[in-house]
């Protein structure tokens, strides 16, 4: 049932209206990774979040609105965004998986520009998660699909905030730490592209999230980009063993030249629907994380969970069902 007990509308464009005092927030992609840690915190916040999706789900959460539409159609997602006070967009083909030229630049390049549309009719502000690829001096079609996206918001003159998380952990059940920690569990060796020496700073999807709820409520910070890292920064083997020591594991790591894991990538993505490893991925295992924590530390209360804390509270049982 949607708010208030009603069904969600099935219409596309179709939108329940929350109550005057509820202030809403359109937030696309919601059922993804971060999306599905955002939506109840949004309700906790106080906010009515006004899920778009593509397909009317049988059961919506609690307190929301669902509306069904296009993230990269400007008509659609302009009727979506109707009444709404922000747009958190989460929506993205990602380096997760098989990637689409075609979809990837509707996806992510297309959607910029529907949002653009979407903000100037409806005046509201804009939350985009982006990503640390665009900083990839050879960045994948990921990479320069988000690098475009972001450009072409940030130039727009609509009220954006843009927020690029390093490598993001935390319970779930898609996206590239839960690949990683499924196969810390199940492997007794680890594959690692390359020596693994690259340093990142892995953000919790806890405090991710409240780092979106925190800038929703700060219209001032609206122009402005923020790297969002975890308190520390580690190698890529660093946080291998953090993952193997939070699941009670001891496991090994075997590192792969570059040229084979590219090749194996390149491989995988033609002949499996979901990878394990992309081409993207392994462009993302060369390079150290540029994610620099200060702009966020001087404006927003930055993220402060410990990778250990958080790994423990990412793997436990009750998380994970």
Known sequence: MGAHGRRPSSRRGGVPRAPRAMKVVLVTGPSGFIGTALVPRLVAAGY???????????????????????????????AAAAGAEAIVHLAAATSSGRLDPAIAYRVNVGAASALVAASRASGARVVVVSTQHVYLPQPGLYGRTKRMADRLLLDSGIPVTV????????????????????????????????????????????????????????PELAGRIYDVGGPESVTFNAFVGAIAQAAGRRVRTVHLPLRMAFGLAWIMERVLPSPPLTTDNVRGAVTDARCDPRPLERDCRAPRTALAAGLSRALSPARNG
């Open 163 to 218: 927020l690029r998380p390093s490598l993001v952990y935390g319970a779930g059940t898609r996206g590239v730490f839960v690949k990683l920690a499924d196969l810390v569990r199940r492997l007794p060796v680890v594959p690692v592209v390359g020596p693994g020496t690259w340093r990142l700073r892995p953000v919790f999807l806890d405090d991710l999230v409240s780092v979106i709820v925190e800038v929703l409520g700060r």
């Open 48 to 78: 009515t979040p006004r899920l778009l999706v593509r397909r009317a789900p049988a059961q919506a959460p609690p307190a929301v609105e669902v509306v069904i539409g296009d993230v990269a159609d400007p008509r659609e997602l302009t």
